[in-house]
């Protein structure tokens, strides 16, 4: 069983804590930038017979006693990188579900460089996790088309019912905005999904290829009156003779499914009819994630390259 830190007390954050300790993982030390809960115990927090503190900071924690950290807060990655690199420094694997850090060598360039660096330095490892991007649209894809024979195309396409997820969601996604107020937050990156590209270049990497020519866009999905009602997203790309595709639709009036479907020898489709829950399945995949993340190579590592097996 693992020592973790973790970092990062929001909904999902705490999710994460209490199926650790479901799975019998020790909590060493709790961080958390809020300074409400700043000092509060695990226990007034949650209920949990833990008493370890909130601390407001990665540098004002103690790190010495723990094995994993888990960074479960923010999303890009120049907001993580020296707070990662703090816990890479101090001897720590690191699994963090920040989006962009899912494939942090797109949007992260020298930062993720130097992470990698400090990881090998150090001798573990650093490893972006979720459900997507980090399971439905880039690692399950990745999976499938390894049984299909020379593919050309990777078609992915996700559907979420924001109706039945958290207000935090519907946030992300614009519901209530009008049309010209959704294309102002979006431009300025306050809304929309981050980490989309992230995974069509996961699958180019499972293909051995690099993504060329990758384009990325996304658009309101309109109800009367100029109500917004959410987002639809897509990014595409080649990885070499094979055109990767991935369409996002998260609004009010969704079907909740994912499609897997990949052009080769076989064909092959893969539905998941009632679509993978976003965070159930975030929180049992940082989670698992801190059970493997031991035995993977040191660096800065992606999903594809954790080991499946926890012994």
């Given at each position: 069983?693992?020592?973790?830190?973790?970092?990062?007390?929001?909904?999902?954050?705490?999710?994460?804590?209490?199926?650790?300790?479901?799975?019998?993982?020790?909590?060493?030390?709790?961080?958390?930038?809020?300074?409400?809960?700043?000092g509060k115990?695990?226990?007034?927090?949650?209920?949990?017979?833990?008493?370890?503190?909130?601390?407001?900071?990665?540098?004002?924690?103690?790190?010495?006693?723990?094995?994993?950290?888990?960074?479960?807060?923010?999303?890009?990655?120049?907001?993580?990188?020296?707070?990662?690199?703090?816990?890479?420094?101090?001897?720590?694997?690191?699994?963090?579900?920040?989006?962009?850090?899912?494939?942090?060598?797109?949007?992260?360039?020298?930062?993720?460089?130097?992470?990698?660096?400090?990881?090998?330095?150090?001798?573990?490892?650093?490893?972006?996790?979720?459900?997507?991007?980090?399971?439905?649209?880039?690692?399950?894809?990745?999976?499938?088309?390894?049984?299909?024979?020379?593919?050309?195309?990777?078609?992915?396409?996700?559907?979420?019912?924001?109706?039945?997820?958290?207000?935090?969601?519907?946030m992300r996604?614009?519901?209530?905005?009008?049309?010209?107020?959704?294309?102002?937050?979006?431009?300025?990156?306050?809304?929309?999904?981050?980490?989309?590209?992230?995974?069509?270049?996961?699958?180019?990497?499972?293909?051995?290829?690099?993504?060329?020519?990758?384009?990325?866009?996304?658009?309101?999905?309109?109800?009367?009156?100029?109500?917004?009602?959410?987002?639809?997203?897509?990014a595409e790309?080649?990885?070499?003779?094979?055109?990767?595709?991935?369409?996002?639709?998260?609004?009010?009036?969704?079907?909740?499914?994912?499609?897997?479907?990949?052009?080769?020898?076989?064909?092959?489709?893969?539905?998941?009819?009632?679509?993978?829950?976003?965070?159930?399945?975030?929180?049992?995949?940082?989670?698992?994630?801190?059970?493997?993340?031991?035995?993977?190579?040191?660096?800065?590592?992606?999903?594809?390259?954790?080991?499946?097996?926890?012994?």
């Amino acid at each position: 069983m693992a020592r973790v830190v973790l970092c990062g007390m929001g909904a999902v954050g705490t999710e994460i804590l209490k199926h650790l300790v479901e799975r019998g993982h020790t909590i060493t030390g709790v961080i958390d930038a809020d300074p409400a809960i700043a000092g509060k115990t695990v226990a007034e927090l949650t209920g949990l017979p833990i008493g370890v503190r909130v601390h407001q900071s990665v540098q004002s924690a103690p790190l010495a006693d723990s094995d994993v950290a888990v960074f479960a807060a923010k999303s890009r990655v120049e907001d993580v990188a020296g707070d990662i690199a703090a816990l890479l420094s101090a001897g720590l694997d690191v699994v963090t579900t920040a989006e962009e850090m899912v494939y942090p060598r797109h949007a992260g360039g020298d930062q993720a460089g130097r992470l990698d660096a400090i990881a090998k330095e150090k001798g573990v490892s650093l490893v972006g996790v979720g459900v997507n991007p980090g399971f439905v649209m880039d690692w399950v894809p990745a999976v499938v088309a390894s049984a299909s024979k020379n593919p050309t195309r990777i078609h992915v396409v996700r559907s979420v019912d924001v109706s039945r997820r958290r207000q935090q969601l519907h946030m992300r996604v614009g519901v209530g905005l009008s049309r010209a107020r959704f294309e102002k937050e979006l431009a300025e990156g306050r809304i929309g999904h981050i980490g989309l590209v992230e995974s069509a270049h996961l699958v180019a990497l499972s293909l051995g290829r690099k993504l060329e020519g990758a384009s990325e866009g996304a658009f309101p999905v309109l109800g009367s009156e100029d109500y917004v009602m959410g987002v639809r997203q897509f990014a595409e790309g080649k990885a070499g003779d094979c055109v990767i595709r991935l369409d996002l639709e998260m609004t009010t009036t969704s079907a909740d499914f994912d499609v897997i479907e990949v052009t080769g020898d076989p064909v092959i489709k893969l539905r998941f009819e009632k679509g993978v829950f976003g965070d159930s399945a975030t929180v049992a995949m940082a989670v698992h994630a801190v059970e493997r993340v031991g035995r993977a190579q040191p660096g800065l590592i992606t999903v594809l390259d954790l080991p499946l097996s926890c012994q």
